[in-house]
């Protein structure tokens, strides 16, 4: 897994659950279409957990945005379902499933309160929406729950001390307008940046949730912190 851009730009996502402005609307619309324009990060990240999990098992994905991930994780062979606290997300996401032709279950719900049951997962996912959660040690003690015993998670995010440079190339390769690539790379520096987790202040948060502690991978400007259920 080599980076953490393609679904960083506005995914501070809505009320309580989350920081910032809600995505909801033409905005989240506007965010689908610029995401969906390089789709390799999704196909990488799908691989991913594919190196990790059997086909045919139970897949969540927390904040899937557009669902572009969860359609890659469908055409794999994994029962998908994602929650996401944007209903407009959860329409797009749907939309994006049927286009497909794959099926994949979509909720509206926040990250540290899943609707889903205890033990009812064999992995969870989560891309580039950690940083901008208001209650993280909640929604990773959720992951916990939901997952049986011996699931694993992957939590993908930036890293607070990527490069500006290392910045800008992951940025020039997302297929972007002019534009659209100068307000990536300004929202990048000015607020995803200092929302990004430090390794120590991470490994600090494993260690305090039921995990009792992750593995950290670190590659390009993002990380991958990885849990398992014991």
Known sequence: ITNSVHTEVGMAAAAKGQKGPAME??????????????RRRFREVADAVASRTPAGARVLEVAPGPGYLAVELARRGFDVVGVDLSRTFVQIAARAAAE???????????????PLPDA??????????????ADPL??????????????GASILDLR????????????GKMNLSRL?????????????LRRAWTREALADLARRSRFGGGEIVEAGIGYDLRLVRR
């Open 160 to 171: 607070r001390d990527a490069p500006l440079p290392a910045i800008r190339e992951e940025v």
């Open 120 to 133: 009812s997962c064999d992995f969870v996912v989560c891309v580039a929406a950690f940083k901008n959660f």
């Open 25 to 38: 609307g033409f905005v989240a619309e506007w965010y689908a279409r610029n995401t969906g324009r390089d």
């Open 180 to 192: 659209n690539a100068a307000v990536t790379l300004w929202t990048f520096r000015l607020m995803l």
């Open 100 to 114: 497909a032709g794959v099926r994949v279950r979509f909720e509206h719900g926040d990250a540290a309160r899943l």
């Open 138 to 151: 909640g929604a990773v003690d959720e992951m916990h729950r939901v997952l049986r015993p011996g699931g």
